[in-house]
């Protein structure tokens, strides 16, 4: 399933058209990136959270070279099931 096999979905069980359905799921989406993008967590009841984890600075190794390099910390999106999302998947 990808992004517009959602906006048909979102479209046909919501009786919307493609193109407002499409505005749902893009406003839905930014939204979430933008509130992340914040520090802030992303609960949605029933489905999941989403968070901000952060990766520690570290030094890793060239594959190709072998050469030593030093490899920034950065920050990463994290995904938590919910307990009603976990059980569906049973």
């Known amino acids: ?14 009786n919307l058209s493609i193109r407002t359905s499409e505005g ?4 839905l989406m930014s939204n979430i990136i933008s ?4 520090g802030e967590n992303v609960t949605i009841a029933g489905f999941g959270t989403f968070s ?3 990766r520690k600075a ?12 030093d490899i920034p910390s950065r920050k990463m999106p994290k995904f938590k099931a919910g307990g ?6 049973r």
């Open 1 to 14: 399933m990808n992004k517009s096999d959602i906006v048909e979905i979102v479209a046909k069980e919501g």
């Open 24 to 27: 749902a799921v893009n406003a």
């Open 35 to 38: 509130a992340l993008s914040r």
């Open 52 to 54: 901000v984890s952060k």
């Open 58 to 69: 570290r030094r890793g190794r060239n594959p190709k070279t072998g050469e030593v390099i």
């Open 84 to 89: 009603a999302f976990r059980e569906a998947l």
